[in-house]
């Protein structure tokens, strides 16, 4: 029988993941999905994973009032490209929207406080709200942690409640605005959307990922 220390370290094993490209889209998915959590409401800095490292970093120091509302990440292997950029140009009746070249975000609703981000949840999408962030398209989905005690049961955005979304609305409405500044920032919610429209948008993140990052992983891999 081999000693502890006869073991050798496997890279492959022992290399942490990078969040977006490392880590699966979730094997239910669009219906079940994993979220990497990079923010929690308790958090008074912005936090946001580092594209090239994949370790999250201080995205800017704070100087906004605002608490986000529920945990906040992205979905690991998605991407708002061309056709998440079309979906919204169709549906909202507006031209030449395009993707906002990130991983799709989502707000996760857990009954118990989450105390601190760059963890892992697995969540079921129940909704969405269609962001549209000068001109890209930028859709917060909204989700229960599976199993939740509370948010478990919920299964589309019908389950809501009105306050709840309103605060999220705003949040997202008025995260970006810096004090004192006549500037308002050119974000709009076109509208409110349940769980299909939310499968269909992951389903198409999914597919803009794998256009971005696969096709070029094949391409640059030597011919055999
Ligand atoms: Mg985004």
């Given at each position: 029988m081999?000693?502890k220390?006869?073991?050798k370290?496997?890279r492959?094993?022992?290399?942490?993941?990078h969040?977006?490209?490392?880590?699966?889209?979730?094997?239910?998915?669009?219906?079940?999905?994993?979220a990497?959590?990079?923010m929690?409401?308790?958090?008074?800095?912005?936090?946001?994973?580092?594209?090239v490292?994949?370790?999250?970093?201080i995205?800017?120091?704070?100087?906004y009032?605002?608490?986000?509302?529920?945990?906040y990440?992205?979905?690991?292997?998605?991407?708002?490209?061309?056709?998440?950029?079309e979906?919204?140009?169709?549906?909202?009746?507006?031209?030449?929207?395009?993707g906002?070249?990130?991983?799709i975000d989502i707000c996760?609703?857990?009954?118990?406080?989450v105390?601190?981000g760059?963890?892992?949840v697995?969540?079921?999408?129940?909704?969405?709200?269609?962001?549209i962030?000068?001109?890209?398209?930028?859709?917060k989905?909204?989700?229960?942690l599976e199993?939740?005690?509370?948010f478990?049961?919920?299964?589309d955005i019908?389950?809501c409640?009105?306050?709840?979304l309103d605060?999220?609305?705003h949040?997202?409405?008025?995260y970006?605005?810096?004090?004192?500044?006549?500037d308002l920032?050119?974000?709009e919610?076109?509208?409110?959307?349940?769980?299909e429209?939310?499968?269909t948008?992951?389903?198409?993140?999914?597919?803009?990922?794998?256009?971005?990052?696969?096709?070029?992983e094949t391409?640059?891999s030597?011919?055999s």
């Amino acid at each position: 029988m081999k000693k502890k220390s006869d073991l050798k370290p496997d890279r492959a094993i022992h290399s942490k993941a990078h969040p977006w490209h490392g880590v699966s889209i979730g094997a239910g998915s669009p219906s079940t999905v994993n979220a990497y959590i990079e923010m929690v409401p308790t958090d008074t800095v912005k936090y946001e994973i580092d594209k090239v490292s994949g370790h999250l970093k201080i995205d800017r120091p704070q100087t906004y009032s605002n608490f986000c509302p529920t945990l906040y990440g992205f979905i690991p292997q998605t991407y708002s490209g061309d056709r998440v950029g079309e979906r919204c140009s169709r549906q909202t009746n507006r031209k030449n929207i395009r993707g906002d070249d990130d991983p799709i975000d989502i707000c996760v609703l857990t009954e118990r406080p989450v105390t601190h981000g760059d963890i892992l949840v697995t969540v079921i999408p129940i909704g969405g709200l269609r962001l549209i962030d000068h001109g890209e398209a930028d859709d917060k989905l909204i989700a229960v942690l599976e199993n939740d005690s509370l948010f478990g049961e919920w299964k589309d955005i019908s389950d809501c409640s009105f306050k709840l979304l309103d605060r999220l609305k705003h949040y997202f409405l008025t995260y970006k605005q810096i004090p004192n500044s006549s500037d308002l920032p050119k974000v709009e919610i076109a509208e409110v959307y349940g769980a299909e429209e939310a499968r269909t948008i992951i389903q198409l993140a999914s597919e803009d990922y794998n256009d971005k990052f696969r096709s070029r992983e094949t391409s640059s891999s030597p011919a055999s």
